[in-house]
């Protein structure tokens, strides 16, 4: 297999001398005066990528690798196990004035696997209902309409969050864990800040970070460089996905979220989830920015650069926010994620 260097287009072999690597391989290019990692595994996109040279057509040429390399990724979305049915239907019947609990219990009844999971997590005690709930309709009853709605999304997505992620250096439940605390803090905040947005803001939150799990194995293939960027330049793992690929995991989420037919409000907030700023006011993406920051300052699920991770200026203002209230809310989503 053949391999050229981004630098001086040098074309090599892989039986070469100059390849020491069989993942990756090296060249001692002249126009850089420097060995370059030729990184065959991704199809040399993300290294090319970063090695590209940066006079005449160099900026083009890493641009398209990375449009390249983003293509190649939302195709193989189709490859990510899809969002159970049941959870597609629940988010369109709460949105639906004229839908009631009777209708959501039979809906999450048809799914015989999410209606255990439901039942499980229903007679947590977070809930406040340990083993008092014995059936859907029971807990639709107890619980409402609302909240039964949040644990099929819980339940729903639970194995999907649940694997190890290698490249971002997950283990497993990590990412779970960290998804329901952006999940609880989310309603928190909408608790406080629009009653219209519980439901929305706890969804997005379980789902935001969705972008990870399909771009994880990327990662993997350039982690030492990654980490060598970070510890190098001083940057956020944000930072390090957007030097190497020309895009993040919340741009890769939303796109997740337009195939499982994600509401449009959702999709948005995750899209900007980091940056609320481009989503032109939105309130729910302040929110689960928000949130994310309240997760990521408790150390809930993982995040090794939560001293880097940055709160976009004017996000407290806009919420309605004070220092204490992030704290108070912090200590509380920590006693909730130990509940699960």
Not at 104 to 125: C, F, G, H
């Amino acid at each position: 297999m053949e391999s050229a260097c981004p630098g001086c287009q040098k074309t090599q072999n892989a039986k070469n001398e100059g390849f020491k690597d069989p993942g990756g391989h090296t060249c001692r290019c002249k126009s850089r005066d420097q060995k370059i990692k030729i990184d065959d595994r991704i199809d040399q996109s993300a290294a090319a990528a970063d090695s590209a040279v940066s006079d005449g057509d160099g900026h083009s040429q890493a641009g398209q690798i990375q449009n390249d390399l983003k293509s190649k990724i939302i195709r193989s979305i189709k490859d990510l196990p899809p969002v159970p049915q049941v959870v597609i239907k629940i988010q369109q019947m709460i949105s639906d004035l004229n839908s009631d609990a009777k209708q959501l219990a039979e809906i999450i009844e048809a799914d015989q696997a999410i209606a255990a999971k439901v039942l499980q997590m229903a007679n947590s005690s977070f809930y406040g209902m340990s083993g008092k709930i014995s059936s859907i309709r029971h807990a639709s009853l107890i619980l409402g309409y609302q909240t039964l709605g949040e644990i099929v999304t819980m339940a729903g997505t639970a194995d999907l969050l649940d694997d190890k992620m290698p490249g971002y250096g997950y283990d497993a439940q990590d990412l779970w864990k960290h998804s329901l605390s952006v999940a609880f803090s989310s309603k928190m905040i909408a608790e406080n800040q629009n009653q219209d947005q519980i439901h929305q803001a706890h969804t997005a939150g379980l789902i935001h970070d969705v972008g990870k799990i399909i771009l994880d194995r990327h990662v993997l293939e350039i982690k030492e460089q990654i980490a060598d960027y970070m510890s190098r330049e001083e940057k956020t793992f944000l930072h390090a996905e957007r030097h190497f690929f020309g895009f993040d995991h919340a741009e890769i989420a939303a796109e997740i979220c337009r195939s499982w037919k994600i509401p449009e409000t959702i999709t948005l907030a995750i899209k900007c989830h980091h940056q609320p700023s481009l989503s032109g006011g939105d309130e729910l993406s302040y929110i689960l920015h928000m949130a994310d920051y309240i997760a990521a300052m408790g150390g809930i699920g993982y995040d090794d650069d939560d001293a880097l991770y940055e709160l976009e200026n004017g996000t407290m203002d806009f919420i309605g926010l004070t220092q204490q209230d992030v704290s108070n809310m912090m200590l509380k989503v920590i006693a909730a994620v130990d509940q699960f």
